[in-house]
């Protein structure tokens, strides 16, 4: 039952609107590399510098992973971080999950830092395959290029646009959208339908459903379809 093909819905509102540039790169990020197991703490600091935000990300790793042996921080968590620690700052921030290439490139040239969570094993320390979350800035269609601040790697790391679907995936294409207050309404006319949590995770099954269809033996698909469904409370299905 749960194979049934259904139609998609888009994440960008059905309106007609004008075409993205061709480029486009957000600045004023200050980047700070990450400290043992803390790509969370260090990629929303990392993301709230485009703000005016100048803490470092043990300000963030107090609140999110006071256990520093703590390795897990969740969506749930940072957007938490945003939303009630920088009170000094009016800025906002929201997840959704179901996301696309040409979501990011539309958030991203409306001036909306992003942050995504992926599956990682990067070059050449190949540590085994392990979750992280990577800041993205700017985007280039002419070579189908994101440009990342990767708070493993480096700053303004270049991914290629099916790089970052095929790890994104991974993680149901989890996506963190930091704005302004005044920014609010404009970020929900962007997202249409997915701006409501349960169109946002009822979308996002269908997405993996439909992957699921054709390759039953993909385990993200299925990963993607349980973790909407919990999000939809269908937890019997």
Same mark, same amino acid.
């Given at each position: 039952m749960l194979l049934m093909a259904l139609p998609l819905t888009s994440a960008i509102a059905q309106e007609e609107a004008p075409p993205l540039p061709a480029t486009y790169r957000l600045t004023g990020f200050n980047y700070e590399p990450q400290m043992w197991n803390n790509c969370g703490p260090a990629t929303v600091t990392n993301a709230l510098t485009f %703000?005016?935000?100048?803490?470092?990300?043990?300000?963030?790793?107090? %609140?999110?992973?006071?256990?520093?042996?703590?390795?897990?921080?969740?969506?749930?968590?940072?957007?938490? %971080?945003?939303?009630?620690?920088?009170?000094?700052?009016?800025?906002?921030?929201?997840?959704?999950?179901?996301?696309?290439?040409?979501?990011?490139?539309?958030?991203?040239?409306?001036? %909306?830092?992003?942050?995504?969570?992926?599956?990682?094993?990067?070059e050449p320390d190949r540590l085994g395959w392990m979750g992280h979350y990577l800041l993205i800035t700017g985007y280039d269609d002419t070579t189908e290029t994101f440009y990342t601040s990767d708070s493993y790697i480096g700053d303004n790391i270049p991914y290629e646009y099916s790089y970052i679907d095929h790890f994104w995936r991974h993680f149901n294409r989890t996506y963190i959208v930091l704005y302004r207050q005044e920014q609010e309404e404009a970020l929900m006319a962007l997202l249409g339908d997915d701006a409501d949590p349960f169109e946002n995770a009822r979308n996002a099954f269908e997405i993996a459903q439909q992957e699921a269809i054709e390759n039953q033996d993909d385990p993200f698909a299925w990963f993607n379809m349980g973790s909407s469904l919990v999000m939809l409370a269908r937890f019997y299905e």
């Open positions: %703000f005016g935000y100048t803490d470092k990300q043990t300000r963030a790793a107090d %609140f999110l992973k006071p256990d520093w042996r703590d390795k897990n921080v969740s969506p749930e968590q940072l957007i938490a %971080f945003v939303n009630t620690q920088v009170p000094e700052i009016p800025v906002y921030a929201a997840y959704r999950v179901g996301g696309s290439i040409d979501l990011l490139r539309t958030l991203l040239a409306n001036n %909306f830092p992003v942050i995504i969570e992926k599956g990682y094993d990067p």
